[in-house]
């Protein structure tokens, strides 16, 4: 378990986005279970989101820009006469380590998807807004990933198949990737949604639906289904004996949003 005092040293590091995805998960957990390190974080992150927050106290001179222009065009200028001599060795060299890096990977985004949903579901995961409305989550999840949460609609008196329970906002590799969290008869499910153009699903076990390509990965005892869809990459995490193509329908309970899923039905 991390020390307190680690944890304390490296707030600054974990609110600046500065840990890995594995590491930045085993921090949440410990704030989690920590009040003394959580009250440490909502006090650092309070002043920080304030300053962020600011205004600039006033606007830096044109000239100053020029020079500070200047002295980057000299230094780069240096720069490239020196790097021209180990641009060969240094292509090959890259090369070999991206190669290797690549199959590393593949499938690393899903992998983190799984660990965020285990801690979750095992109570040691926190979340920024904790409400079964879809409006205020969607409100919330607006200025951080343009994305809203649509329940499907029940006959009166019918049974309520899905509970949403909140969201948060979490890093991976630097980039903002909000955690959606429900349940689906009473199992629960986790929907990471990222805006970058950096995280894209990985090439695993793929099936068409809609217009759109799904992959599928395993881990554990869990189904990760990743997919892209207008600019926003998804990743969904759900027991295995959890159907995907109903669990899409609290966030895709539109008609339109339906149709990109049916196909799912055949497949999962």
């Known amino acids: ?158 049974r309520k198949r899905y509970t949403l329970a909140g969201a948060r906002l979490m890093q991976y590799h630097g980039e903002d990737v909000a955690f959606l969290a429900y349940e689906m008869d009473s199992k629960p499910i986790s929907l990471l949604i990222s805006s970058s153009s950096h995280i894209t699903p990985s090439a695993g076990d793929s099936y068409s639906s809609g217009g759109l390509t799904f992959y599928f990965w395993s881990d554990q005892g869990l189904r990760i289904i990743s997919w892209k869809d207008k600019g926003l990459t998804y990743a969904q995490v759900s027991d295995l004996d959890v159907k995907g193509a109903e669990s899409c329908a609290i966030c895709h309970g539109g008609e339109s949003e339906r149709r990109k899923f049916e196909g799912l039905g055949k497949r999962l």
């Open 1 to 158: 378990m991390i020390a307190c005092s680690e944890i304390r040293s490296r707030l600054a590091l974990y609110i600046d986005r500065e840990l890995t995805g594995a590491e930045a998960l085993d921090f949440e957990a410990h704030l989690t279970e920590c009040q003394a390190c959580r009250g440490e974080y909502d006090d650092l992150r309070s002043t920080v989101d304030a300053v962020r927050a600011a205004s600039p106290l006033y606007e830096v001179p044109e000239r100053a820009w020029e020079a500070v222009h200047t002295i980057v065009q000299a230094w780069q200028h240096r720069q490239r006469q020196q790097r021209a001599a180990i641009a060969a060795a240094a292509a090959v060299l890259f090369a070999v380590i991206v190669t290797g890096w690549f199959w590393n990977r593949e499938s690393e985004y899903e992998q983190f998807a799984a660990q965020a949903h285990r801690n979750y579901a095992r109570a040691a995961f926190p979340l920024d807004v904790a409400s079964g409305e879809p409006h205020v989550v969607s409100d919330w999840l607006q200025p951080r990933v343009p994305f809203r949460v649509t329940l499907p609609n029940y006959p009166e008196g019918g």
